[in-house]
């Protein structure tokens, strides 16, 4: 086996090929960090000719000419094949010191053990404990089997839905009720989804911005998103969608509604004309109760239509498209109009992508791992189980040094420095 450098070309078509690629492992990503200050290589394995294993390595200015080198979600190789990894690793080790890297980082896209829906072991399920302790013996340090959200480092657990060998209809089945009801209810709106260009990315950007002020998450730059744009979008990898609603389309749905209810109220009456019963009048005590919460929801309606208009965005999304899944990276909603179940149109839009190109899964991406009412994101969390899903918990996050030396030196200046800041 040979450990190299190669060239863009030869690891963008790896990438593409190889069974458990992700998006963060591509050229695109390189581009994109490349653009944030960071120097990028790419190696790779050799065995007979056959590039078998590979990697996009993205170097981070520290100090002096130092850097740290980042494997984000990688590298790309088969990591039940112990003796390949140790290669890969003694090799990456050499080839980091040649460019002055004080240690590197990396988070595999690698399942650790096998959970179910509520994020307990699965008994004889897949468990990868023997990787990671080979990984541990070569004398990485890990960041710790963690629960929570931390917003420096990738999800550890995540969420995902399978879409391969199943049907649209099948999938809306599988669903918890309140979920299925949600997409039928976004369908029967005309809760509509659409594209967003490179020019409007303010539309993705002020949902964004709304909802992570509610939800306490860090809001990114503008410039990362069109960064994201411009990387990943001429390949087809990243699209921003939005949905939003016809609030006159909206009122029409409800008054076909309010009518059908009138009726029952009508026809239920003359039936008590005749003949005093329980049942009829309970029915129709049912249709009144409705009719006054259709009024409710068609003043409410008009009152929307005062205020913004008579169209309404109501929630937006970034997803990835790469390799065997759909990724959902970032999603929000206008606290506002959340009654409209407006996420629902965005998912079930990427699920139908899902199953009509192919895809194995769609990725709801992250959640904290803490399945009780304890979590800070546990509606998140039984909004995504509603899709009756996956719970997937990753390796985690490892950190080698490679030069000790130096690299004790940086971390005595950056306690140096946070010291100063306090």
């Known amino acids: 086996m040979l450990f190299k450098e190669i060239t863009e070309t030869e690891f963008k078509t790896f990438s593409k090929e190889w069974p458990d690629n992700n998006f963060w492992q591509t050229t695109n990503m390189a581009h994109m960090r490349e653009r944030r200050g960071c120097t990028t290589s790419y190696v ?24 740290f080198c980042q494997i984000l979600r990688g590298p790309l190789l088969d990591y039940s094949n112990l003796d390949l990894f140790t290669f890969f690793h003694e090799n990456l080790v050499q080839f980091c010191k040649k460019k002055k890297c004080l240690y590197f980082h990396m988070d595999p896209y690698l399942m650790y053990k096998e959970r179910d829906i509520h994020g307990d072991i699965v ?16 004398g990485y340090t890990h960041e710790g089997f963690t629960r929570g959200i931390d917003n420096d480092r990738e999800p550890r657990w995540i969420y995902t839905i399978d879409t391969e060998n199943i049907t ?38 002020d949902i964004i911005r709304d909802t992570s002020s509610r939800r306490g998450f860090e809001f990114r730059s503008d410039d990362y998103y069109k960064n994201v744009y411009e990387c990943f979008h001429d390949d087809g990898y990243a699209q921003f969608l939005y949905a939003d609603m016809d609030m006159n389309d909206y009122i029409k749905s409800l008054e076909i509604d309010l009518k059908k209810n009138q009726d029952i109220v009508d026809q239920s009456a003359k039936r008590l004309e ?10 129709m005590d049912l249709a009144n109760e409705r009719i006054q919460g259709i009024n409710k929801k068609i003043d409410h309606a008009h009152e929307i239509i005062k205020e913004d208009g008579e169209k309404i965005i109501l929630t937006a999304g970034l997803f990835f498209t790469y390799g065997q899944e759909v990724l959902c990276l970032m999603s929000g909603v206008y606290e506002k109009y959340m009654q409209f179940c407006s996420p629902y149109a965005l998912h079930w839009h990427m699920l139908k992508h899902c199953i009509d190109n192919g895809f194995k899964r769609y990725n709801l991406y992250g959640i904290s791992g803490i399945f009780d009412e304890s979590a800070p994101d546990y509606g998140v969390y039984l909004f995504k189980k509603g899709f009756n899903g996956n719970v997937i918990e990753l390796m985690g996050d490892f950190e080698y040094v490679v030069d000790s030396k130096m690299y004790n030196v940086y971390q005595t200046l950056r306690k140096i420095k946070h010291t100063i800041k306090k």
């Open 44 to 67: 790779g394995i050799m065995d007979n000719d056959k590039l078998i294993a590979a990697s996009m390595l993205s170097f981070v200015p520290v100090f002096s000419s130092y850097t």
């Open 168 to 205: 649209k209809e099948e999938l809306l089945k599988k669903m918890e009720r309140k979920a299925m009801r949600s997409v039928q209810h976004v369908q029967k709106y005309n809760i509509q989804v659409h594209e967003i260009d490179g020019d409007h990315l303010k539309v993705y950007e």
């Open 123 to 138: 008994e004889g399920g897949i468990d990868n404990s023997p990787i990671f302790d080979h990984i541990m013996s070569l």
């Open 274 to 283: 005749q003949q005093e019963s329980p049942k009829i009048r309970r029915k």
